[in-house]
């Protein structure tokens, strides 16, 4: 089975700055992908960046992008120049056969 | 704009109750899935059916049974729901392998 660790279980962020939230992920598959979701209060679960693992070139989505280090097992996501609409829980993701979660960092935004 | 729809955003239901939670999707995927997820312990899989009227268990199936008798359809059935089924239910399906998943905005379930 894969593990996926996310050790913050809260972070906070002022307005126009730069957060990072860190996850590890522990496979035995030599093929997977990796994901950060975003849960907002709505609870729709939405899909913030994909990271291919073969690929070594880090995923980048407008304000998010991601640090993907294959040897650490190592898949971190930084939002920058953060927006209040970025305040929700994110959930980093394994993917081989299956997919498994972290248990989650809830993001606060100050204005 | 594809969907995976829940049926309920709420329900409460009384211990020994059969419960039924119902997801749908629109996109013809072949994967659907069901998770529980609990403050703290993040997303765990339930269930999970790779083609209709398939079924594998996931992490946790105990104390509950799935059904997928048409592709768009998988529902989650609480056989006799108990306290500790109380719990936000997530639904979701996938193209297959390595492709995304789409949830659905979940059931807060709780059981009395």
């Known amino acids: 089975a894969q593990t996926v660790t996310q050790s913050q279980p809260e972070m906070s962020v002022q307005e126009a700055e730069t957060v990072t939230l860190s996850c590890t992920y522990d496979?035995?598959?030599?093929?997977?992908?990796l994901f950060w979701y975003k849960q907002p209060p709505s609870r729709q679960m939405i899909l913030v960046i994909r990271?291919?693992?073969?690929?070594?070139q880090n995923a980048t989505e407008n304000r998010f992008s991601v640090n993907f280090q294959k040897a650490a097992k190592s898949f971190s996501l930084k939002i920058s120049d953060s927006q209040l609409g970025d305040a929700a829980m994110y959930f980093c993701?394994?993917?081989?056969?299956?997919?498994?979660f972290g248990t989650g960092t809830s993001l606060t935004v100050i204005p | 704009d594809v969907k995976v729809t829940q049926s309920s955003r709420y329900l409460v239901k009384r211990t020994g109750e059969k419960v039924f939670l119902e997801c749908v999707q629109d996109?013809?995927?072949?994967?659907m899935f069901w998770y529980r997820q609990d403050p703290g312990l993040g997303l765990r899989l339930i269930y999970f059916?790779?083609?209709?009227?398939?079924?594998e268990k996931g992490d946790i199936p105990e104390g509950y049974s799935v059904s997928r008798e048409k592709k768009e359809r998988f529902s989650l059935i609480l056989e006799s729901a108990s306290t500790n089924q109380t719990s936000m239910y997530l639904c979701?399906?996938?193209?297959?392998?390595?492709?995304?998943?789409?949830f659905g905005s979940g059931t807060r379930l709780t059981v009395v």
């Open positions: 990271q291919e693992a073969y690929k070594q």
């Open positions: 996109m013809d995927h072949e994967n």
């Open positions: 496979t035995s598959e030599s093929d997977y992908y």
């Open positions: 993701a394994s993917a081989g056969n299956q997919f498994y």
């Open positions: 979701a399906s996938s193209l297959g392998q390595g492709f995304n998943y789409t």
């Open positions: 059916s790779y083609d209709v009227k398939m079924k």
